[in-house]
């Protein structure tokens, strides 16, 4: 099953993604700001997918994208958005930066496991 990191700043946010996940047998890592998404993605690696925050302290989802994508140990890794952001202006530019999907919150579990099956290619298996 999937490898997924989860960085978002809000605690109550990882552990609704990180229930959700579980419930389809996923494994799970999670950092609160992008800083630490890095620390966690370079030390976990391989993962198969990171749900992104956008607006985070040190560094905000944007930025984490930017690194990810410029690091060729690193550019290859999935990475959707979960965020509140619904400016279609900066959601437009995070596609344009690398961006492999977006989840607008809030959210339900129905709609995490279909962009995670349009990004991962193949339906989770429930647990």
């Known amino acids: 099953m999937a490898k997924v990191l989860i960085i978002d700043d809000s605690s109550s946010s990882r552990a609704l993604l990180k229930g959700i996940l579980a419930s389809i047998g996923a494994a799970t890592c999670e950092a609160a700001d992008g800083e630490e998404g890095l620390r966690v993605l370079r030390a976990e690696k391989p993962v198969d997918l990171v749900l992104l925050d956008w607006h985070m302290d040190k560094m905000d989802g ?9 690091d060729p140990e690193l550019m290859a890794t999935r990475i959707m958005m979960v965020s509140a952001e619904s400016n279609p202006y900066h959601v437009r530019d995070a596609i344009q930066l690398g961006l492999n999907g977006y989840i607008l919150k809030p959210f339900n579990r129905q709609v995490v496991l279909e962009r995670m099956t349009a990004v991962l290619g193949a339906a989770p298996a429930p647990a």
């Not at 944007?62 to 410029?70: C, D, G, N, Q, Y």
């Open 62 to 70: 944007p930025a984490f994208l930017k690194v990810v994508r410029a």
